[in-house]
């Protein structure tokens, strides 16, 4: 059990243990800080829809992103499989990724149309920096917290965040009503990059080990395209779970821009509605990781997922069955009891089955896969319901997600064993900005 004084955050240690802890607790910091530019992100679509945009640019908003950062993936994997040291470009992108809500909150000074496609396209642009960060970002994760505790660490980061983002989408959006479009989204996204460059600076105090892994001579394509072929041949459950994760994700990705066409234009819902549904929804997202890292203790990540699931994928069989705003809100907290059981479940085995010595390739791989699943799945989902309606639409998504959630049950994943090593590696960095 680690335990944690706030002396960690100004003093360093040569001891593993307190770098350990150290690190823990800044990971635990910067996602509050964090969680205030999530809040600020959530209203994107709204702001879209309220400043004349359309259910397609909503849909675009969903689909691109995820197209840009399939293909960033991979190329990202092998440049840092290259270093030996990350941090500079860990920080540098996290920035980049955040810096573009300062741009969108100022946007409204100096233009008065074409406001909406700008702002996706900024919010388009950001996404090849959130990917290279996250591609970095996961195996780094792994190398600083041990095995042991990973579960715990993942869980309270899932608490604080959804502590911190409960009660300010409240009152996020009680602050969109109460003030004139659109300085209301302004200063809120104001708010969010403030917070977020805050995470940025508590990020960049964290001790990153460098790799202990010689830099490797520069490659050829067919060198590249040889080590992902070796990779998927030697890891075969790292593949199953990655086809796995991709059905299940699929529906969830068709639906996902619908629910706000639905809760807006058909349903009718404010501000103030979809921030007191943030609200609930995030309260659900305490419960159940308070509750699930129990149950995963007791019954192990395997079973903990495969109980989890059925009651996790009915949201979009609720929502098109009663589209009923109130609700909505208590099917929203409802799962999101029992979808902390399958997220956290499924990221420790997820974890656990990284390619050793190929973590970032790993990681490029599975998450290319699901960003080419997560670019088409909204469009085709938006395509469909200009044909057919929304809540029919809902109910296909939600059938695919049923298929998906029977995939797990038919192709089992289990955790891979991991033994416990101490780090070999010096640690890079002295704490401060590069």
């Known amino acids: 059990m680690l335990k944690f004084s706030l002396r960690r955050l100004f003093v360093d240690s040569t001891k593993q243990e307190e770098k350990v802890e150290r690190n823990v607790l800044l990971l635990y910091l910067e996602i509050a800080f964090a969680s205030l530019l999530t809040v600020a992100a959530s209203f994107n679509s709204a702001y879209i829809l309220r400043s004349g945009g359309s259910n397609t640019l909503v849909g675009l908003l969903s689909s691109i992103p995820a197209l840009i950062a399939a293909v960033t993936y991979i190329p990202s994997a092998s440049f840092l499989e ?5 941090r500079r470009y860990l920080l540098g992108s996290l920035f980049l990724a955040r810096i573009g809500y300062l741009l969108i909150a100022l946007l409204p000074f100096f233009l008065h149309r074409l406001i909406p496609e700008i702002t996706v396209a900024i919010l388009i642009s950001m996404t090849a920096f959130s990917a290279f960060f996250a591609t970095a970002f996961s195996p780094v994760f792994g190398q600083i917290i041990p095995v042991r505790s990973r579960s715990t660490v993942i869980s309270w980061r899932a608490i604080i965040s959804s502590i911190t983002i409960a009660p300010m989408m409240f009152l996020a959006g009680r602050w969109l009503v109460s003030i ?19 995470s940025l600076y508590l990020v960049s105090r964290i001790k990153i080990p460098k790799s202990t892994k010689p830099a490797p001579a520069s490659g050829t394509k067919r060198n590249i395209l040889r080590e992902y072929k070796e990779l998927i041949s030697k890891n075969p459950m790292f593949m199953r779970i990655t086809v796995n994760t991709l059905l299940l994700s699929l529906g969830a990705w068709m ?7 639905l809760y807006v234009k058909q349903l009718g819902a404010n501000d103030g509605w979809l921030g007191l549904a943030n609200t609930v929804s995030y309260v659900g997202v305490i419960i159940g990781y308070w509750l699930w890292r129990r149950l995963i203790r007791r019954w192990g990540e395997k079973r903990s997922l495969l109980i989890a699931l059925p009651l996790a994928i009915t949201f979009p069989f609720m929502v098109s069955l009663v589209p009923n705003l109130t609700f909505i809100l208590f099917a929203a907290m409802l799962v999101n009891i029992v979808s902390p059981g399958v997220d956290l479940s499924h990221s420790v085995i997820w974890y656990s089955l990284l ?13 290319s896969v699901m960003n080419v699943g997560a670019f088409v799945a909204p469009l085709i989902g938006v395509a469909i319901a200009d044909k057919i309606g929304v809540i029919p639409t809902l109910l296909i998504g939600g059938t695919l997600r049923v298929i998906g959630a029977a995939v797990f049950y038919l192709f089992p994943v ?21």
């Open 82 to 86: 290259r270093l030996q040291n990350v």
């Open 180 to 198: 004139e479009f659109p300085l209301n989204y302004q200063l809120l996204y104001i708010f969010g990059i403030t917070g977020g460059m805050i």
């Open 255 to 261: 639906t996902g821009p619908l629910y706000i066409i």
């Open 355 to 367: 390619p050793p010595g190929q973590q970032y390739s790993g990681t490029a791989l599975y998450s």
């Open 414 to 434: 289990s955790p891979a064993a991991v033994t416990e090593t101490a780090p070999a590696s010096e640690v890079a960095g002295d704490g401060k900005t590069d």
